[in-house]
């Protein structure tokens, strides 16, 4: 049956069966009322079996306080990156609203967005075949030989230069072994490796990362990169090849998105976030994250309608770019059990991205003191 456009639309439970997300409608009890086709996709369930079905029944939430929250049938509720267990389909890291439908007294919509399968270089999502042909294995297999070249180019050129330049030679040696690290770590993402994470020197880090980017804008054009560090800050648990990865990626994009502007400016700060943050890892257990980086630029920003979507593959702002670099510091630090988000000051004209990671053990009576003192 064809329609006018211009004279009728389609219904509403067309226009949600429509919809990629998961949405149920709970009625008063949290119990399902409806879900649409994607609803029944993620859950794995028809909506046979799911109506008249509780939500706790359906969906098990790691922290406990969300459920708290929801049953507050009247507050809307807006949670990232949380851990939930489905049954029989294992746990997933999702997104999720719930919000009260209105004239409708303890009735509540819910939507869901399941983060898992578009993690960037994520889980497996078929047998030994597909994951011999993923994306990180061809790219290790292409990049590995080129780099055994450079690094051995690098030693030869170490020997004829005089002191003060071997600096950059041990530079390149050094950042050919990093990226050798990280093709390795990449090749192991597939197969679910526990990333192995250590106490870090969040500054080391930092300058390595800016050393780099300085290496490689030998004009010096690029905008100059401002450090707000807070010397006092403790160790973080991270990975140090991770950690510069992460700060190359993040500055680069920075000088890059205020490059057409007058008075370019991008500046890294470190702190210590006395505010309580939470991530949820994949074993369920709640980490504090309180050490943030920060690293802002007063160029344009991303585009509105990207926004939502710069964390996920092949999402790019640039015409030579291929969408894989915030998706791989997304990746890398959540492999150190830290959380990445974006935000845009229209006010100041700035753009932010906070990175919150968790404090080495030995460092933590120390911070928790402090916390106490700041409050």
Sequence with gaps: MSHNPRTAMPEPHRQLASLPHAVLLLKPGHTIAAANPAAEQFLGQSMRRLSGRRLEAILTFVDERLIERIKDEETPVSA?????????????????TVAPVADWPGWQLLTIH???????????????DTAALRGPEIMAHEIKNPLAGIRGAAQLLARRVEDRD???????????????????RMQRLSRKTPPIVEPCNLHE?????????????????????????????????GSPDGLVQVMINLLANAREACSDMPDARVVIRTRFASGLQLNTTDSGQPVRLPIELRVSDNGLGVPLAMRDHIFEPFVTTKKSGQGLGLPLVRKLVRDMSGRIG??????????????????????????????????
């Design 166 to 184: 071997r600096a950059l030679t041990d530079l390149i040696t050094g950042e050919v072994d990093r990226i050798a690290t990280l093709i390795d």
């Design 205 to 237: 880090a930092a300058r390595r990362a800016i050393d780099v980017l300085r290496a490689g804008d030998p004009s010096g054009k690029g905008a100059r990169i401002e450090e707000e560090f807070d010397p006092s800050l403790p160790s973080v648990m």
């Design 114 to 128: 399941d983060n898992t399968p578009t993690d960037a270089f994520g889980a497996d999502s078929g047998g030994a």
């Design 80 to 96: 990232r990156e949380i851990v939930v267990a489905i049954r029989d389909k294992g746990t997933r890291r999702i997104d999720i």
């Design 342 to 375: 974006h935000e845009r000051d229209e006010a100041t004209g700035w753009t932010h991205f906070r990175v919150h990671l968790p404090i080495a053990p030995e460092a933590h009576t120390r911070a928790s003191n402090r916390s106490k003192t700041d409050a």
